[in-house]
């Protein structure tokens, strides 16, 4: 079956469709679709800097623990 024959058939099911909990939940994943975002160019390029970086083998990497540590000294000498 192609797209729009697919498409045609959710037209004419969702118009004898009753079921409001069903049409919410469609409506939901409606939402949920439009609302998903797209990177800017900048958010790319930065991806982009980060992911070659890593590649290249750049990056440094902690362990949680060592991370948790340095953030707890730190906000203790602040005070």
């Not at 192609?2 to 079921?19: C, G, M, R, Y």
């Not at 409606?30 to 160019?41: G, I």
């Not at 900048?42 to 953030?71: A, C, H, P, T």
Request: one cysteine or more; glycine letters at 2%.
């Amino acid at each position: 079956m192609d797209v729009q024959s697919v498409k045609i058939d959710l037209i004419h099911w969702l118009t004898e469709l009753q079921d409001k909990s069903l049409l919410k939940q469609l409506q939901c994943l409606k939402e949920e679709q439009e609302s998903s975002f797209e990177l800017s160019e900048e958010q790319n390029k930065e991806l982009d800097s980060r992911l070659e970086k890593y590649e290249n083998g750049e990056m440094k990497f902690s362990q949680w623990d060592d991370v948790k540590e340095r953030i707890r000294s730190r906000a203790e000498n602040a005070i």
